[in-house]
């Protein structure tokens, strides 16, 4: 304002080349630079930085507002800008709300801007940053120079939170930080000292500015003077909102960083901005959550627009029975292939038909259940197709697992029947009803009848129970009914595998204990081929190529990890390399997703879901260049994807919310546990049909602008690592059943990009004092593999003597340091002793980024 009053008194007096009507200033710039560096010391410094330490302790690191594009590791300031405009109606009841709050305009819309980056962050801490004038003093008014500081602004949500207590909490802020503004903001970064990232500025993210200086309406004799708009090129921050007081209401516009963000995204934000005022100021006492953030219209998107089509798929039969009739039309086909052995669809029906008719005498039939302890072999596939022919329901019991966790399976199933091998059976001794050995057994089964054995099963009896890990301690199991199967069926033969010829290879690699198999295994409905992959082969990527090319498989299903082995292995350069890439399991990285988006050699599918969906919900192709980004995609028919904030309210497009999952795939339930089942299977509010439920999945994501769903990790301490799903309490209570932990915590690390490692955090049960023994590491590794499956066993056990605990009480998982070394050394170290030794040592210091390798190290 005084600047271009000045202007105009300038440009006046000069053109009647009169002299400066302006008086002198009464102090310049370093005189006041002097006075502040003076007044600023001592008890007024450490009072105002006092106020702002007390205001800001224990604040977050970052406002994560999930972004359009991979978040570069240093931020440049490339930016652009979106406009906004709050029309004048709503202008002015927000300046009526402010008045009667006793607020200024100012501190309402921070609120309100606030209140949307609460929502899109998930955050109930939410810092933001804005410029104050700092010419506190009329004398330095007309002055020149650098007066503007910034104030980090801190709003704190709480569930029940309504916009009036926001406001009035953040007028309270406000009026504390404008009496303490006179910290420099580099002082204060100075004094927090807050860990730095060149990819994140300094304890704000976000920038909130309100021009409120009057319109001085300048206008100079002989000239006309317009608006231009400003082409904003530049973003200092990674969001910021400025507006100011138009006659027509607030007017400005959202400058956003270009690396980080679509104008659209700025565009979509800004619209939001304005519904949540328009909300707050219908019901200023509702709680902010319940506040709108979405239109009609983009809730029906969202809901019914993006969602899975109903498709009129076929619910008469089951898949075994759909596996039969492909037998009889190719009866002498490969069905299933392992090394030089392999059955036919009329051999491996045949076989299936002998132990069903054996199953059926031993009381098998519908929702019963039938133990299978089995390496991935032929007979195990014979075995599985048998159960469901009997109509019973499968178990898979991963034969690598400590005995004891083999038996609480067996008996929480409560199957009379388990199907083993002799050498795993005499390994684990189990105890049930009709303990059959399917080698030594086979004379005996190989003279009953051939044929198809009738049962009663319908669409609604379990085909097969899959246990995960529990957060409890106890693993659980997911029941998974026939219609589901035929469901992934139908849902990935219309998809997925559309356009593809009969007659495919396609691996089975997955341990039958993921559900992942059971995709694998569907493709017996078909005609296509299953190539067993040799579990020894499995573990190098190397002879995994080799026998994918042998084995000349078409379709390839993996996770992330093993792809990027295979990747590096050099899969794309092969002469043969599968027509189709199933990667599923866990989240796809940049690093995966990148490469393989620019491959014209093979088709790859980002393919999500848990396995209480029926294997898979969600779906995209890699190749699909219209998402630059690792997506999970679009729902399969028959599949209904909701993210629902936890009023199950469906969150706008961009803001993240929890992923349910509704239809045809959603699993009966938890076997024997009503409880958790109640949990996780919640009544669907989006169906008019009674009784349908949706599938809490606990991950975390949101739906993009074009229709493609984002996954963003999990909601609580579920875990994936190599593809296996481990909920750390699983493992805590384990290590603390153990007489010599106090307490623990175990953690995904992933210090090293690319190895994602269990770390257990440990208290010993007798402290630290100098007469206690220390933790005794090679013990707790004996308790876990006892009671637990090697994948579940930590890398590295760190001694603590207590956990670090966050304000409220909870352990500070943040807070709990990298293990030290990448390795546990059960004994004393003995240095390498021949230079061949040393070489090595050399080798494993660098790949483990340890600074020291022993001969008795355990990687
Ligand atoms: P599971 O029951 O073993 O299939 O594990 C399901 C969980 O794995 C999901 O809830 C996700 O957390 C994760 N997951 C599976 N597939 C994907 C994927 N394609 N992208 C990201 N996460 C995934
Ligand atoms: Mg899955």
New binding site residues.
């Given amino acids: 304002g005084v600047l271009v009053r000045e202007l105009a008194a300038l440009y006046e007096a000069l053109r009647q080349r009169a002299p400066s009507p302006l008086p002198e200033l009464p102090v310049q710039y370093a005189d006041y630079a002097v006075w502040q560096r003076q007044w600023l010391a001592g008890e007024t410094l450490r009072g105002q930085l006092d106020w702002w330490k007390l205001l800001l302790a224990g604040a977050p690191q970052a406002l994560e507002v999930p972004t359009d594009k991979p978040r570069p590791a240093t931020l440049s300031h490339a930016g652009a800008s979106v406009p906004m405009h709050l029309p004048l109606a709503l202008t002015e009841a927000a300046e009526a709300l402010a008045r009667r709050e006793g607020a200024t305009p100012y501190m309402l819309l921070l609120a309100a801007f606030q209140a949307v980056l609460q929502r899109y962050s998930g955050q109930d801490d939410v810092l933001v940053g804005s410029p104050i004038a700092g010419r506190r003093h009329a004398s330095t008014e007309g002055l020149i120079g650098f007066f503007v500081n910034t104030l980090v602004l801190r709003a704190r949500f709480t569930p029940a939170l309504t916009f009036r207590e926001l406001l009035a909490q953040v007028r309270d802020t406000t009026l504390g930080a404008y009496e303490h503004q006179d910290v420099p903001f580099e002082k204060l970064v100075e004094e927090l000292h807050p860990s730095r990232d060149l990819g994140r500025t300094p304890l704000f993210q976000v920038l909130f500015v309100l021009q409120n200086t009057p319109d001085a309406g300048l206008s100079l004799p002989e000239l006309t003077l317009r608006g231009v708009a400003v082409e904003h090129t530049v973003s200092r921050f990674e969001l910021e909102l400025g507006l100011s007081r138009a006659p027509d209401g607030y007017r400005g516009g959202i400058i956003f960083s270009t690396e980080l963000f679509e104008p659209s995204t700025a565009a979509r934000l800004a619209a939001q901005i304005q519904l949540l005022l328009e909300g707050a100021l219908a019901t200023p006492d509702a709680p902010l959550t319940a506040l709108p953030l979405q239109t009609t219209e983009d809730r029906q998107q969202v809901l019914v627009e993006w969602n899975g089509a109903a498709a009129d798929f076929r619910r008469d039969t089951c898949f075994h029975t759909l596996f039969e009739q492909q037998a009889r039309r190719t009866p002498h086909a490969p069905a299933v292939i392992l090394g030089d052995s392999a059955l036919s669809y009329a051999r491996l029906n045949a076989r299936a038909n002998q132990l069903a008719a054996h199953l059926r005498s031993l009381g098998v039939g519908p929702d019963v259940t039938v133990g299978l302890c089995l390496e991935r072999t032929p007979e195990a596939i014979v075995a599985l197709l048998a159960v469901l022919k009997a109509g019973g329901a499968y178990v898979p019991i991963d034969p690598s697992a400590p005995a004891q966790r083999k038996s609480f399976v067996l008996q929480d199933c409560g199957a009379s029947v388990l199907l083993t091998v002799q050498s795993l059976a005499e390994a684990w001794r189990p105890q049930v009803r009709h303990l059959l050995c399917l080698d030594t057994e086979a004379a005996r089964l190989a003279v009953l009848p051939e044929s198809d054995v009738p049962s009663s099963v319908r669409a609604e009896n379990l085909a097969y129970v899959i246990y ?1 890990s529990g957060s409890t301690g106890t693993p659980k199991g997911v029941m998974v009914q026939h219609r589901s199967v035929l469901h992934l069926h139908e849902a990935t033969a219309r998809t997925l595998y559309a356009g593809q010829p009969r007659g495919l290879r396609v691996s089975l690699n997955a341990p039958l204990f ?3 198999s059971v995709e694998q295994l569907i493709h017996l409905a078909d005609g296509h081929c299953l190539c067993l992959l040799p579990e020894d082969t499995r573990k190098d990527p190397e002879e995994m190529l080799a026998w994918l090319e042998a084995q000349r498989v078409d379709v390839l299903d993996c996770t992330p990890a093993q792809l990027h082995l295979l990747l590096q292995a050099g899969l794309l350069e092969r002469t043969h390399v599968p027509r189709l890439v199933v ?6 990285d940049l690093s995966l997703w990148q490469p393989l988006s620019r491959t014209r050699r093979t088709r790859t599918i ?7 969906g029926t ?1 898979y919900a969600t779906t995209w192709c890699v190749q699909d260049s219209s998402v630059q980004v ?1 997506v ?1 995609g679009q729902p399969l028919p028959n599949t209904r994807a909701y993210v629902l904030d936890e009023q199950l309210r469906p969150t706008p497009v961009g803001v993240p919310g929890e992923l349910y999952l509704a239809g045809e795939g959603v699993a009966r339930g938890y076997l024997g546990r009503p409880e958790l089942t109640a949990e996780r299977f919640v009544p669907d509010p989006f169906s008019t049909e009674a009784g349908l439920r949706l599938y809490r ?3 975390k994501a949101r739906w993009r602008q074009d229709g493609t769903l984002e ?1 963003l990790g ?1 909601l609580d301490f ?1 875990v ?1 690592v190599r ?1 296996y ?1 481990i909920e750390l309490g699983e493992v805590e209570s384990t290590l603390r059943t153990h007489p010599a932990v106090k307490d623990a915590v175990v953690l995904a690390r992933e210090d090293v990009p690319g190895d994602k490692r269990l770390v257990a955090y440990v208290v010993p049960a007798h402290g630290e004092g100098a007469d206690s023994p220390a933790l005794d590491v090679a013990e707790l590794r004996a308790h876990v593999r006892r009671h637990l499956p090697p994948y579940m066993l930590p890398a590295a056990f760190v001694p603590l003597t207590t956990l670090p605990l966050t304000a409220n009480g909870k352990v500070d998982r943040k807070a709990l340091p990298a293990p030290e070394a990448a390795l546990d050394s059960e004994q004393a170290h003995e240095p390498p002793a021949t230079p061949m030794e040393e070489q090595l040592a050399e080798l494993w210091r660098d790949l483990l980024r340890v600074p020291r390798v022993g001969r008795r190290d355990n990687f």
């Fill in positions: 995960t993921f559900d992942v990667c599923a399991g866990e989240a796809m980002n393919a999500y879901g848990p396995t209480e294997v690792p999970i999945t606990g991950d996954y999990r579920q994936k593809g799903r």
